[in-house]
C-alpha cells in the first residue's frame, strides 16, 4: 500500500499567485481530510469530505481557500491568492469510517513558503 | 472534542519504558481515546486508541484509568527513533467521519 500521496513536497511561489496542493489517499478510504501545521497554531483541521462530498470547511480560513474532490481517489486545496501568512505544511490524512472509531492515515505533507 | 492535558516535554533513557500520561477529566462515556505522534518532519501517525479496556498493540500499550479521566501510552523499550511529539486526543463513538483536534501534545526526548 502507497499510503496517502501528496504533491509537490515543497513548493515556494510569490505572494499573489496561485497555488494548489494535491492529495491521493489510500484506495478504499471514504474520508479525507486537509490539516495545516504551523508553529504558532499546531495542526489545525481545515476541511474534510465524506464520499467526495464536503462535510465541515468551517476551518477554511478566507475565501481564498478552496478544496475540492472530484472523485474517490484525488483531492486538491487551491490558495488564490497566496499569501506570505499561508507557510505552512499542509498535511493530508484520509480514513475508513467503522464501528469502533477510525484511524487517520496522513501523507508527508506539502511545505508551503510564500514569498 | 473534550480537551485533554498532556505535560509539555518528557525525557526517557533509550531501552526503558517510556510513560506518557494524559488526563481526560471531561471525557463523555461514548468518547475513545487515540494517540498519535509526529516524528520531525514527518505527518502524524496512529499509535492507539480504546474505550475503556487496556489495549495493546506492536507499538505500544494504552493503559486507561477505571473512572477514564486519564490514561498513560507506554512505550515498553523506547529507541532513539521514538523522539516525537505525542498527541493524546478523545473523540466520540462515531466521529470517525470527523477531523482531529490536536493540541500541543507531550515532546518525547529519548536519551541515548
Known sequence: DAGVIQSPRHEVTEMGQEVTLRCKPISGHNSLFWYRQTMMRGLELLIYFNNNVPIDDSGMPE???SAKM???SFSTLKIQPS?????AVYFCA?????AGGDTQ?????TRLTVL | DAKTTQPTSM??????AANLPCNHSTISGNEYVYWYRQIHSQGPQYIIHGLKNNETNEMASLIITEDRKSSTLILPHATLRDTAVYYCIVRPLGGGADGLTFGKGTHLIIQP
Open chain 1, 63 to 65: 475565501d481564498r481557500f
Open chain 1, 70 to 72: 472530484p472523485n474517490a
Open chain 1, 83 to 87: 499569501e506570505p501568512r499561508d507557510s
Open chain 1, 94 to 98: 484520509s480514513s475508513s469510517h467503522r
Open chain 1, 105 to 109: 492515515y496522513f501523507g508527508p505533507g
Open chain 2, 11 to 16: 525525557d526517557c533513557a533509550e531501552g526503558r
